[in-house]
Protein backbone atom coordinates (compact mmCIF):
# COMPACT_ATOMS: atom_id res chain seq x y z
CA UNK A 1 0.00 0.00 0.00
CA UNK A 2 1.03 3.50 -0.52
CA UNK A 3 1.45 6.16 1.61
CA UNK A 4 -0.66 8.20 0.35
CA UNK A 5 -3.16 5.23 0.47
CA UNK A 6 -2.61 4.61 4.35
CA UNK A 7 -2.98 8.21 4.74
CA UNK A 8 -6.54 8.32 3.38
CA UNK A 9 -7.81 5.10 5.14
CA UNK A 10 -6.61 6.81 8.49
CA UNK A 11 -8.72 10.09 7.27
CA UNK A 12 -11.58 7.84 6.37
CA UNK A 13 -11.20 5.66 9.82
CA UNK A 14 -11.05 9.12 11.96
CA UNK A 15 -14.40 10.34 10.05
CA UNK A 16 -15.82 7.34 11.07
CA UNK A 17 -15.01 7.50 14.93
CA UNK A 18 -16.20 10.99 15.02
CA UNK A 19 -19.10 10.06 12.72
CA UNK A 20 -19.72 7.33 15.52
CA UNK A 21 -19.24 9.71 18.62
CA UNK A 22 -21.42 12.27 17.59
CA UNK A 23 -24.61 9.96 16.92
CA UNK A 24 -25.05 9.99 20.09
CA UNK A 25 -25.22 13.27 21.41
CA UNK A 26 -28.97 13.14 21.66
CA UNK A 27 -28.71 10.39 24.02
CA UNK A 28 -26.11 13.11 26.39
CA UNK A 29 -29.21 15.73 25.87
CA UNK A 30 -31.93 12.96 27.16
CA UNK A 31 -29.36 12.60 29.80
CA UNK A 32 -28.17 16.10 30.60
CA UNK A 33 -32.31 17.06 31.05
CA UNK A 34 -33.24 13.93 33.10
CA UNK A 35 -30.34 15.71 35.32
CA UNK A 36 -32.28 19.20 35.24
CA UNK A 37 -36.07 17.09 35.61
CA UNK A 38 -34.79 16.06 39.09
CA UNK A 39 -34.01 19.71 40.54
CA UNK A 40 -35.86 21.12 43.03
CA UNK A 41 -34.49 24.47 44.07
CA UNK A 42 -32.05 26.45 41.67
CA UNK A 43 -32.01 29.67 43.80
CA UNK A 44 -30.62 31.66 40.69
CA UNK A 45 -32.69 29.95 37.84
CA UNK A 46 -29.25 29.28 36.73
CA UNK A 47 -30.33 25.75 35.17
CA UNK A 48 -33.92 26.46 35.08
CA UNK A 49 -33.75 29.38 32.59
CA UNK A 50 -30.11 28.00 30.62
CA UNK A 51 -30.78 24.64 30.24
CA UNK A 52 -33.17 25.13 27.15
CA UNK A 53 -34.00 22.36 24.69
CA UNK A 54 -33.65 24.21 21.18
CA UNK A 55 -30.16 25.57 22.00
CA UNK A 56 -27.30 23.25 22.01
CA UNK A 57 -26.13 21.46 25.15
CA UNK A 58 -22.61 22.45 24.60
CA UNK A 59 -23.84 26.41 25.41
CA UNK A 60 -25.34 25.22 28.83
CA UNK A 61 -23.76 26.61 31.69
CA UNK A 62 -21.46 24.39 33.42
CA UNK A 63 -21.01 22.22 30.51
CA UNK A 64 -18.04 21.13 28.70
CA UNK A 65 -17.94 19.78 24.94
CA UNK A 66 -15.28 17.70 23.56
CA UNK A 67 -13.47 19.89 20.90
CA UNK A 68 -13.82 17.03 17.84
CA UNK A 69 -17.37 16.08 18.87
CA UNK A 70 -20.02 17.47 20.48
CA UNK A 71 -20.48 15.09 23.61
CA UNK A 72 -20.25 16.19 27.32
CA UNK A 73 -16.98 16.40 28.70
CA UNK A 74 -17.59 17.90 31.99
CA UNK A 75 -19.81 19.22 34.33
CA UNK A 76 -19.33 21.89 36.82
CA UNK A 77 -22.06 22.77 39.04
CA UNK A 78 -20.12 23.79 41.87
CA UNK A 79 -21.36 26.69 44.46
CA UNK A 80 -24.74 26.91 43.22
CA UNK A 81 -27.25 26.26 46.27
CA UNK A 82 -28.80 23.66 43.99
CA UNK A 83 -30.98 21.38 45.58
CA UNK A 84 -31.78 17.65 43.62
CA UNK A 85 -30.96 13.86 43.84
CA UNK A 86 -28.67 12.81 41.12
CA UNK A 87 -30.62 11.08 38.21
CA UNK A 88 -28.74 7.67 37.13
CA UNK A 89 -29.64 9.04 33.62
CA UNK A 90 -26.13 10.37 34.30
CA UNK A 91 -24.45 7.42 33.66
CA UNK A 92 -25.46 7.70 30.07
CA UNK A 93 -22.99 10.72 29.65
CA UNK A 94 -20.42 8.46 28.30
CA UNK A 95 -17.58 10.58 27.56
CA UNK A 96 -17.70 12.44 30.62
CA UNK A 97 -14.37 13.19 32.18
CA UNK A 98 -15.38 15.71 34.76
CA UNK A 99 -17.83 15.82 37.41
CA UNK A 100 -18.08 18.56 39.72
CA UNK A 101 -21.56 19.28 42.19
CA UNK A 102 -19.53 20.28 45.26
CA UNK A 103 -20.85 22.79 47.68
CA UNK A 104 -24.54 22.25 47.16
CA UNK A 105 -27.72 20.21 48.47
CA UNK A 106 -27.59 17.29 46.42
CA UNK A 107 -28.97 14.40 48.61
CA UNK A 108 -30.21 10.65 48.18
CA UNK A 109 -27.80 7.92 47.04
CA UNK A 110 -24.42 8.70 44.91
CA UNK A 111 -26.40 6.45 41.67
CA UNK A 112 -24.70 3.20 40.62
CA UNK A 113 -24.76 4.54 37.07
CA UNK A 114 -21.80 6.18 37.43
CA UNK A 115 -19.11 3.50 37.48
CA UNK A 116 -20.37 3.25 33.53
CA UNK A 117 -18.73 6.56 32.84
CA UNK A 118 -15.27 4.62 32.01
CA UNK A 119 -13.60 8.05 31.03
CA UNK A 120 -14.36 9.98 34.27
CA UNK A 121 -11.02 11.23 35.87
CA UNK A 122 -12.16 13.59 38.79
CA UNK A 123 -15.05 13.31 40.92
CA UNK A 124 -15.73 16.01 43.35
CA UNK A 125 -19.32 15.94 45.15
CA UNK A 126 -17.80 17.14 48.37
CA UNK A 127 -19.87 18.90 51.30
CA UNK A 128 -23.64 18.21 49.92
CA UNK A 129 -26.03 15.63 52.03
CA UNK A 130 -25.59 12.37 50.44
CA UNK A 131 -26.46 9.32 51.95
CA UNK A 132 -26.76 5.45 50.95
CA UNK A 133 -23.63 3.32 50.51
CA UNK A 134 -20.74 4.32 48.32
CA UNK A 135 -21.52 2.39 45.07
CA UNK A 136 -18.83 -0.60 44.26
CA UNK A 137 -19.61 0.12 41.34
CA UNK A 138 -17.15 3.61 41.24
CA UNK A 139 -14.33 0.70 41.68
CA UNK A 140 -14.25 0.11 38.00
CA UNK A 141 -13.60 3.84 36.93
CA UNK A 142 -10.13 2.86 35.94
CA UNK A 143 -9.27 6.37 35.09
CA UNK A 144 -10.06 7.86 38.07
CA UNK A 145 -7.31 10.46 39.55
CA UNK A 146 -9.66 12.79 42.39
CA UNK A 147 -12.24 11.18 44.67
CA UNK A 148 -13.68 13.82 46.88
CA UNK A 149 -16.87 12.97 48.74
CA UNK A 150 -15.69 14.48 51.65
CA UNK A 151 -18.80 16.38 53.85
CA UNK A 152 -21.80 14.37 53.15
CA UNK A 153 -23.76 11.46 55.14
CA UNK A 154 -22.07 8.40 53.11
CA UNK A 155 -22.69 5.27 55.66
CA UNK A 156 -21.86 1.51 55.09
CA UNK A 157 -18.02 0.59 53.80
CA UNK A 158 -15.74 1.52 51.76
CA UNK A 159 -15.96 -0.68 48.14
CA UNK A 160 -12.31 -2.35 48.88
CA UNK A 161 -12.19 -2.20 44.60
CA UNK A 162 -11.36 1.30 45.06
CA UNK A 163 -8.32 0.79 46.19
CA UNK A 164 -7.31 -0.70 43.45
CA UNK A 165 -7.54 1.70 40.89
CA UNK A 166 -4.72 2.87 39.88
CA UNK A 167 -4.47 6.11 37.98
CA UNK A 168 -5.93 7.60 41.64
CA UNK A 169 -4.40 11.03 42.85
CA UNK A 170 -6.49 11.82 45.69
CA UNK A 171 -8.93 10.23 47.76
CA UNK A 172 -11.23 12.35 50.23
CA UNK A 173 -14.01 11.18 52.34
CA UNK A 174 -13.73 13.47 55.15
CA UNK A 175 -16.87 13.24 57.63
CA UNK A 176 -19.13 10.89 56.50
CA UNK A 177 -20.37 7.95 58.41
CA UNK A 178 -18.24 5.48 57.37
CA UNK A 179 -17.48 1.77 58.64
CA UNK A 180 -15.26 -1.13 58.23
CA UNK A 181 -11.70 -1.04 58.18
CA UNK A 182 -9.24 -0.67 55.76
CA UNK A 183 -8.20 -2.94 53.25
CA UNK A 184 -4.26 -4.71 54.61
CA UNK A 185 -3.17 -4.19 50.73
CA UNK A 186 -3.91 -1.07 50.72
CA UNK A 187 -1.35 0.51 48.59
CA UNK A 188 -0.73 -2.55 46.48
CA UNK A 189 -1.69 -0.77 43.37
CA UNK A 190 -1.70 2.92 44.38
CA UNK A 191 1.22 4.20 42.67
CA UNK A 192 0.60 7.92 42.40
CA UNK A 193 -1.69 8.48 45.26
CA UNK A 194 -0.71 11.73 47.03
CA UNK A 195 -3.47 12.22 49.62
CA UNK A 196 -5.63 10.09 51.48
CA UNK A 197 -8.30 11.76 53.50
CA UNK A 198 -10.80 9.84 55.45
CA UNK A 199 -10.81 11.33 59.32
CA UNK A 200 -14.26 11.84 60.90
CA UNK A 201 -15.91 8.62 59.83
CA UNK A 202 -16.34 5.42 62.29
CA UNK A 203 -13.46 3.27 60.76
CA UNK A 204 -11.90 1.03 62.95
CA UNK A 205 -9.06 -2.00 62.92
CA UNK A 206 -5.78 -1.51 62.35
CA UNK A 207 -3.81 1.17 60.28
CA UNK A 208 -2.41 -0.95 57.79
CA UNK A 209 1.82 -1.49 57.44
CA UNK A 210 1.48 -1.80 53.14
CA UNK A 211 0.02 2.48 53.61
CA UNK A 212 4.19 2.76 53.53
CA UNK A 213 4.05 1.61 50.33
CA UNK A 214 2.01 4.36 49.02
CA UNK A 215 5.14 5.89 47.82
CA UNK A 216 3.91 9.34 46.64
CA UNK A 217 1.88 9.93 50.09
CA UNK A 218 2.13 13.49 50.39
CA UNK A 219 -0.86 14.00 53.50
CA UNK A 220 -2.34 10.99 55.14
CA UNK A 221 -5.38 11.80 57.59
CA UNK A 222 -7.09 8.71 59.16
CA UNK A 223 -7.67 11.42 62.61
CA UNK A 224 -10.97 11.05 64.41
CA UNK A 225 -11.83 7.24 63.54
CA UNK A 226 -11.41 4.00 65.74
CA UNK A 227 -8.51 2.84 64.53
CA UNK A 228 -6.43 0.31 67.24
CA UNK A 229 -3.31 -1.40 67.57
CA UNK A 230 0.00 0.32 66.96
CA UNK A 231 1.13 3.19 64.36
CA UNK A 232 3.60 0.63 61.91
CA UNK A 233 6.99 1.74 61.67
CA UNK A 234 6.25 1.07 57.64
CA UNK A 235 5.09 4.60 57.93
CA UNK A 236 8.63 5.59 58.12
CA UNK A 237 8.72 4.88 54.05
CA UNK A 238 6.79 7.66 53.66
CA UNK A 239 9.52 9.85 52.41
CA UNK A 240 7.38 12.70 50.79
CA UNK A 241 4.94 13.03 53.80
CA UNK A 242 4.07 16.21 54.96
CA UNK A 243 0.95 15.96 57.16
CA UNK A 244 0.58 13.03 59.11
CA UNK A 245 -3.22 12.98 61.29
CA UNK A 246 -3.60 10.10 63.26
CA UNK A 247 -5.39 11.93 66.86
CA UNK A 248 -8.39 11.14 67.66
CA UNK A 249 -8.31 7.37 67.65
CA UNK A 250 -7.46 4.13 69.97
CA UNK A 251 -3.65 3.27 68.62
CA UNK A 252 -1.62 2.51 71.61
CA UNK A 253 2.51 1.76 71.58
CA UNK A 254 4.95 4.18 71.09
CA UNK A 255 5.34 6.59 67.68
CA UNK A 256 7.59 4.55 66.08
CA UNK A 257 11.97 5.81 65.79
CA UNK A 258 11.05 5.42 61.85
CA UNK A 259 9.26 8.72 62.16
CA UNK A 260 12.90 10.34 61.89
CA UNK A 261 13.00 9.35 57.92
CA UNK A 262 10.04 11.99 57.33
CA UNK A 263 12.32 14.58 56.64
CA UNK A 264 9.46 16.62 54.74
CA UNK A 265 7.00 15.82 57.77
CA UNK A 266 5.59 19.44 58.71
CA UNK A 267 2.48 18.36 60.40
CA UNK A 268 2.30 15.29 63.33
CA UNK A 269 -0.66 15.22 64.87
CA UNK A 270 -1.45 11.89 67.26
CA UNK A 271 -3.28 13.71 70.19
CA UNK A 272 -6.33 11.96 71.60
CA UNK A 273 -5.13 8.20 71.51
CA UNK A 274 -3.50 5.40 74.12
CA UNK A 275 0.21 6.05 73.45
CA UNK A 276 2.97 5.48 75.33
CA UNK A 277 6.86 5.31 75.87
CA UNK A 278 9.40 7.60 75.26
CA UNK A 279 9.05 10.35 72.96
CA UNK A 280 10.89 9.82 69.93
CA UNK A 281 14.25 12.68 70.16
CA UNK A 282 14.52 12.30 66.75
CA UNK A 283 11.28 14.35 66.74
CA UNK A 284 13.64 17.00 67.20
CA UNK A 285 15.52 16.56 64.04
CA UNK A 286 12.18 17.12 61.96
CA UNK A 287 13.83 20.80 60.62
CA UNK A 288 10.31 21.24 58.40
CA UNK A 289 7.79 20.49 61.48
CA UNK A 290 5.82 23.42 62.01
CA UNK A 291 2.88 21.83 63.76
CA UNK A 292 3.07 18.87 66.76
CA UNK A 293 -0.07 17.80 68.57
CA UNK A 294 0.65 15.13 71.38
CA UNK A 295 -1.91 15.44 73.98
CA UNK A 296 -4.04 13.35 75.86
CA UNK A 297 -2.00 10.38 75.66
CA UNK A 298 0.16 8.29 78.55
CA UNK A 299 3.48 9.44 76.81
CA UNK A 300 6.29 9.28 79.32
CA UNK A 301 9.99 10.14 79.78
CA UNK A 302 11.62 13.70 78.64
C1 LIG B 1 -27.48 5.83 21.61
O1 LIG B 1 -28.38 6.24 22.63
C2 LIG B 1 -29.58 5.48 22.68
C3 LIG B 1 -30.53 6.14 23.68
O2 LIG B 1 -29.88 6.49 24.88
C4 LIG B 1 -29.20 4.04 23.04
O3 LIG B 1 -30.36 3.25 23.09
C5 LIG B 1 -28.23 3.50 22.01
O4 LIG B 1 -27.79 2.21 22.40
C6 LIG B 1 -27.01 4.39 21.84
N1 LIG B 1 -26.19 3.96 20.74
C7 LIG B 1 -24.86 3.87 20.81
C8 LIG B 1 -24.15 3.48 19.58
O5 LIG B 1 -24.22 4.10 21.83
C1 LIG C 1 -26.69 30.09 28.70
O1 LIG C 1 -25.50 30.65 29.26
C2 LIG C 1 -24.47 30.79 28.31
C3 LIG C 1 -23.22 31.25 29.06
O2 LIG C 1 -23.50 32.30 29.93
C4 LIG C 1 -24.89 31.76 27.23
O3 LIG C 1 -23.87 31.87 26.27
C5 LIG C 1 -26.17 31.22 26.56
O4 LIG C 1 -26.64 32.14 25.62
C6 LIG C 1 -27.24 30.97 27.60
N1 LIG C 1 -28.36 30.35 26.95
C7 LIG C 1 -29.64 30.66 27.25
C8 LIG C 1 -30.68 29.92 26.48
O5 LIG C 1 -29.92 31.45 28.11
C1 LIG D 1 -20.79 27.40 48.65
O1 LIG D 1 -21.76 27.94 47.79
C2 LIG D 1 -22.35 29.15 48.23
C3 LIG D 1 -23.38 29.56 47.21
O2 LIG D 1 -24.38 28.59 47.16
C4 LIG D 1 -21.27 30.22 48.39
O3 LIG D 1 -21.84 31.39 48.90
C5 LIG D 1 -20.17 29.71 49.32
O4 LIG D 1 -19.13 30.64 49.34
C6 LIG D 1 -19.64 28.38 48.83
N1 LIG D 1 -18.70 27.86 49.79
C7 LIG D 1 -17.45 27.55 49.47
C8 LIG D 1 -16.61 27.01 50.56
O5 LIG D 1 -17.01 27.73 48.37
C1 LIG E 1 -24.73 0.89 34.04
O1 LIG E 1 -24.62 0.66 35.42
C2 LIG E 1 -25.68 -0.09 35.97
C3 LIG E 1 -25.49 -0.14 37.47
O2 LIG E 1 -24.15 -0.28 37.86
C4 LIG E 1 -25.76 -1.43 35.32
O3 LIG E 1 -26.82 -2.18 35.85
C5 LIG E 1 -25.93 -1.25 33.82
O4 LIG E 1 -25.89 -2.49 33.18
C6 LIG E 1 -24.87 -0.36 33.23
N1 LIG E 1 -25.19 -0.05 31.84
C7 LIG E 1 -24.29 -0.06 30.87
C8 LIG E 1 -24.77 0.31 29.51
O5 LIG E 1 -23.13 -0.34 31.06
C1 LIG F 1 -6.61 -5.14 41.12
O1 LIG F 1 -6.08 -4.74 39.88
C2 LIG F 1 -5.29 -5.71 39.25
C3 LIG F 1 -4.68 -5.14 37.98
O2 LIG F 1 -5.21 -3.91 37.62
C4 LIG F 1 -6.15 -6.94 38.98
O3 LIG F 1 -5.34 -7.94 38.41
C5 LIG F 1 -6.75 -7.44 40.28
O4 LIG F 1 -7.63 -8.49 40.03
C6 LIG F 1 -7.50 -6.34 40.99
N1 LIG F 1 -7.95 -6.79 42.28
C7 LIG F 1 -9.16 -6.54 42.75
C8 LIG F 1 -9.46 -7.03 44.13
O5 LIG F 1 -9.98 -5.91 42.12
C1 LIG G 1 -12.00 17.67 49.15
O1 LIG G 1 -13.03 18.49 49.66
C2 LIG G 1 -12.73 19.11 50.88
C3 LIG G 1 -14.00 19.83 51.36
O2 LIG G 1 -14.37 20.83 50.49
C4 LIG G 1 -11.55 20.04 50.68
O3 LIG G 1 -11.22 20.67 51.90
C5 LIG G 1 -10.36 19.25 50.17
O4 LIG G 1 -9.29 20.11 49.90
C6 LIG G 1 -10.72 18.48 48.92
N1 LIG G 1 -9.61 17.66 48.45
C7 LIG G 1 -8.97 16.73 49.18
C8 LIG G 1 -7.88 15.98 48.50
O5 LIG G 1 -9.25 16.51 50.33
C1 LIG H 1 -17.55 17.00 60.94
O1 LIG H 1 -18.19 16.03 61.76
C2 LIG H 1 -18.20 16.35 63.12
C3 LIG H 1 -18.77 15.19 63.89
O2 LIG H 1 -19.84 14.58 63.22
C4 LIG H 1 -19.03 17.64 63.33
O3 LIG H 1 -19.03 17.99 64.68
C5 LIG H 1 -18.38 18.75 62.51
O4 LIG H 1 -19.16 19.90 62.60
C6 LIG H 1 -18.25 18.34 61.07
N1 LIG H 1 -17.51 19.36 60.36
C7 LIG H 1 -17.99 19.96 59.27
C8 LIG H 1 -17.14 21.03 58.71
O5 LIG H 1 -19.05 19.65 58.78
C1 LIG I 1 9.55 -0.14 54.79
O1 LIG I 1 10.12 0.00 56.07
C2 LIG I 1 10.42 -1.21 56.70
C3 LIG I 1 10.88 -0.92 58.12
O2 LIG I 1 10.84 0.40 58.46
C4 LIG I 1 11.44 -1.96 55.90
O3 LIG I 1 11.76 -3.17 56.53
C5 LIG I 1 10.86 -2.23 54.51
O4 LIG I 1 11.82 -2.83 53.69
C6 LIG I 1 10.40 -0.95 53.85
N1 LIG I 1 9.65 -1.27 52.65
C7 LIG I 1 9.87 -0.71 51.49
C8 LIG I 1 9.02 -1.16 50.36
O5 LIG I 1 10.73 0.12 51.32
C1 LIG J 1 15.75 5.70 57.56
O1 LIG J 1 16.87 6.52 57.89
C2 LIG J 1 18.00 5.80 58.30
C3 LIG J 1 19.05 6.81 58.71
O2 LIG J 1 18.50 7.68 59.63
C4 LIG J 1 18.47 4.93 57.12
O3 LIG J 1 19.54 4.16 57.54
C5 LIG J 1 17.33 4.04 56.65
O4 LIG J 1 17.68 3.33 55.50
C6 LIG J 1 16.08 4.84 56.37
N1 LIG J 1 14.99 3.93 56.06
C7 LIG J 1 14.14 4.11 55.07
C8 LIG J 1 13.07 3.09 54.93
O5 LIG J 1 14.22 5.06 54.31
C1 LIG K 1 -11.96 3.77 71.70
O1 LIG K 1 -11.86 4.83 72.62
C2 LIG K 1 -13.11 5.36 73.02
C3 LIG K 1 -12.87 6.56 73.87
O2 LIG K 1 -11.69 6.49 74.59
C4 LIG K 1 -13.89 4.26 73.75
O3 LIG K 1 -15.15 4.76 74.09
C5 LIG K 1 -14.06 3.07 72.81
O4 LIG K 1 -14.66 2.01 73.49
C6 LIG K 1 -12.72 2.61 72.27
N1 LIG K 1 -12.93 1.60 71.25
C7 LIG K 1 -12.19 0.52 71.14
C8 LIG K 1 -12.53 -0.40 70.00
O5 LIG K 1 -11.26 0.28 71.89
C1 LIG L 1 19.78 15.16 65.56
O1 LIG L 1 20.39 16.43 65.58
C2 LIG L 1 21.51 16.50 66.45
C3 LIG L 1 22.01 17.92 66.45
O2 LIG L 1 20.97 18.84 66.53
C4 LIG L 1 22.57 15.53 65.99
O3 LIG L 1 23.65 15.55 66.90
C5 LIG L 1 22.00 14.13 65.91
O4 LIG L 1 22.94 13.25 65.35
C6 LIG L 1 20.75 14.13 65.07
N1 LIG L 1 20.14 12.80 65.14
C7 LIG L 1 19.68 12.15 64.09
C8 LIG L 1 19.08 10.82 64.36
O5 LIG L 1 19.75 12.60 62.96
Redesign the pocket.
Known amino acids: MSKNAIFTLLAILYLLMNIVASQNSSSDEYALLAFKSQITFDPNNVLT ?2 W ?1 QG ?1 SFC ?3 GITCGTRHQRVRGLNLADMGIEATIAKEIGELSFLRSLIISNNSFHGFIPAEIGNLSQLREIEMQDNELNGPIPASLGFLENLQTLNISYNGLTGNIPNRIFNLSSLIEISFVNNSLSGSLPMDICYNLPKLQKLRVSGNQLSGNIPPSLGTCRNLELLSLSYNQFSGRIPMEIGNLSKLQILYLGGNNLTGNIPNEIRNLSALAYLGVERNDLSGNIPTEIGNLSALAYLALSHNGFSGM
Open positions: KNSTNWI
